[in-house]
């Protein structure tokens, strides 16, 4: 629970680990671990964490907020060394 026993307000993913956050994961201000365009000195563990959403400001945000990667729509062509090789007889 989240602060005065209220529950955490996750709004751009579930809870996450210390390793991985499916929030920072999603959003194209990611850098590298735990580092964003918004926190270049490290997320803070409130958004990390997804126990509050960045869709709106966050104290020390630098102006950015969370920006869903966008999702491919062009096919995307397999190179020849993935291709499943026929059975041979």
Same mark, same amino acid.
């Not at 490290?42 to 964490?49: E, F, K, R, S, V």
């Given at each position: 629970?989240?602060?005065?026993?209220?529950?955490?307000?996750?709004? #751009? *993913?579930?809870?996450?680990?210390? +390793?991985?956050? #499916? /929030?920072?994961?999603?959003?194209?201000?990611?850098?590298?671990?735990? /580092?964003?365009?918004?926190?270049?000195?490290?997320?803070? #563990?409130? +958004?990390?964490?997804? %126990?509050? *959403?960045?869709?709106?400001? %966050?104290? *020390? #945000?630098? *102006? %950015?907020?969370?920006?869903? +990667?966008?999702?491919? /729509?062009?096919?995307? @062509?397999?190179? @020849?060394? +993935?291709?499943?090789?026929?059975?041979?007889?």
């Amino acid at each position: 629970m989240g602060k005065n026993n209220q529950p955490p307000n996750v709004l #751009d *993913g579930p809870r996450n680990n210390p +390793l991985r956050s #499916d /929030t920072c994961e999603r959003c194209a201000h990611l850098r590298n671990a735990k /580092t964003c365009a918004a926190f270049p000195q490290g997320i803070p #563990d409130a +958004l990390w964490n997804a %126990f509050r *959403g960045h869709r709106e400001p %966050f104290p *020390g #945000d630098n *102006g %950015f907020q969370f920006q869903a +990667l966008p999702i491919p /729509t062009a096919p995307v @062509e397999i190179p @020849e060394f +993935l291709r499943k090789k026929p059975a041979q007889p």
